[in-house]
């Protein structure tokens, strides 16, 4: 793999956001040889803020002065579009593009790109490590933990990248062309950035726009995709496909590749999960046997439907990660025997109404957490018994053992964001484990 570093040697550029994803920008930029500015909303200076030489402006000087004049600017994915600091950026006059085509620009490598509204992390470890047993140097990057930034620049010998690819990223792209793009599911969410259900569809689209006919798309068979020029293979666990599930068998075109139960993820959105993968490997025409092989192996994400401990003969489950309601209900409809669920955290903009009839049927109490505890009630208040632990999350903990009975799963599964309890939804989960584990 070689950097072509030159588009970048000498250029001014402006770096909007100085959290993981910025601060690997500004790592690529600075190896590229560009003089490079920083910006960010926080008023508290980050430890490695010059690390790279980069002079660093706050958002409480009004930047506009120092945005004007640079060649380019590149925005990280958590910088909201409706800031102050975006919004000068806008009015600076200044090209923007995002991370994930900042490094696009200068690397040769082709890229798996993986989207959708739940499963991305998932199918992302997956596709890297089947690819991986079929002999294909590659990483997991992206929105998954690794920059693709940092990807290229720390993995010398990679063959091909492999990138878990969220909306926030794809909506400054100008060329980035995933040579497989793969399209899992969609479902409401992020509505605390997105005007509407279909602005926020639309954005995650983008991943398809540079495609041409030599490319793929993996696009799920129950989703309609008038818009993909690309060569397409589908799956499904509900409908007919390329790659599906029938009898607990993922199948190739009615050909047994290997059974479920072989694996460690249970339930049909962990089947399609590992059939899109399936469909990725394919696509670059590499054999199924050996990516049935590390679908076998494949230990499940912490912070996804984690099984932690088993007390009183109450199995506690960590689904930290449902941060939407699809999420949740897949998480609900997985667990065994009665349910006591722990909902709730950050508002944004979600409507707990569609899960009220299935929250009637499999969960006999809900602690409720955080922002939404209201709201959740009101809209299953009358259904199931609802208990609120505010903002203690050691409480919510307490509550819901006292409600479970022998059988029972205690599921945190929230179906929103964690910021306004913890710092994000692994510090939620690993609170979750500890707590529990503190149990008597």
Not at 76 to 87: E, I, K
Not at 268 to 284: D, G, Y
Not at 326 to 352: F, H, R, T
Request: glycine share 8%; charged share 20%.
């Amino acid at each position: 793999m070689s950097l072509r570093s030159e588009i970048y040697r000498g250029k001014r550029v402006g770096v909007l956001g100085l959290g993981k994803s910025g601060r690997a920008a500004v790592r690529l930029l600075a190896h590229c040889g560009a003089q490079i500015r920083g910006f960010d909303e926080s008023a508290s200076a980050h430890a490695s803020d010059g690390a790279h030489g980069e002079e660093v402006f706050r958002a409480a000087a009004d930047p506009l002065d120092a945005l004007r004049g640079l060649d380019l600017l590149v925005t990280s994915p958590g910088l909201d579009p409706r800031t102050p600091l975006f919004q000068a950026a806008l009015a600076s006059g200044v090209p923007i593009i995002g991370e994930i085509e900042l490094a696009w620009s200068v690397s040769d490598l082709p890229v798996v790109g993986i989207t959708g509204t739940n499963g991305k992390s998932t199918t992302t470890e997956l596709t890297a490590a089947a690819l991986s047993a079929c002999g294909v140097r590659t990483v997991a990057a992206g929105n998954i933990g690794v920059p693709y930034s940092d990807a290229i620049l720390d993995h010398a010998e990679l063959d091909l990248v492999t990138l878990e690819i969220s909306s926030f990223q794809v909506e400054h792209i100008r060329s980035f062309r995933p040579r497989v793009a793969a399209w899992l599911n969609f479902a409401p969410d992020h509505l605390d950035r997105y005007a509407s259900q279909e602005e926020y569809r639309d954005a995650k689209l983008h991943i398809f726009d540079h495609q041409t006919p030599d490319d793929f798309a993996v696009v799920n068979a129950a989703d309609d995709f008038v818009c993909v020029r690309s060569r397409r293979s589908t799956f499904s666990a509900r409908c007919a496909a390329d790659f599906t599930l029938a009898d607990g068998l993922l199948l190739h075109h009615g050909q047994p590749i290997l059974r479920q139960d072989e694996t460690q993820l249970p339930g049909p959105h962990n089947a399609e999960n590992m059939l899109a993968c399936l469909a990725i490997v394919a696509a670059l025409g590499n054999p199924l046997e050996r990516a049935a092989g590390a679908l076998r192996a494949y230990a499940p994400l912490r912070h996804r439907c984690e099984f932690i401990r088993e007390r009183n003969g109450v199995r506690y489950v960590n689904d930290s990660k449902a941060t939407n309601l699809d999420s949740m209900e897949k998480a609900i409809l997985a667990q065994p025997g009665g349910i006591v669920l722990i909902a709730g955290g950050k508002n944004k903009g979600i409507d707990y109404t569609p899960l009220r009839e299935l929250v009637a049927q499999r969960v006999h109490h809900v602690v409720l957490i955080g922002e939404l505890s209201e709201h959740i009630e009101q809209v299953w208040g009358s259904a199931v018994p609802c208990l609120h632990a505010a903002r203690s999350f050691a409480r919510a903990i307490e509550l819901a053992a006292e409600q479970a009975r022998p059988g029972d799963t205690v599921l945190l599964s929230p179906g929103t964001s964690s910021f306004d309890m913890f710092r994000d939804y692994a510090d939620r989960g690993d609170q979750f484990r500890d707590l529990v584990q503190r149990l008597a």
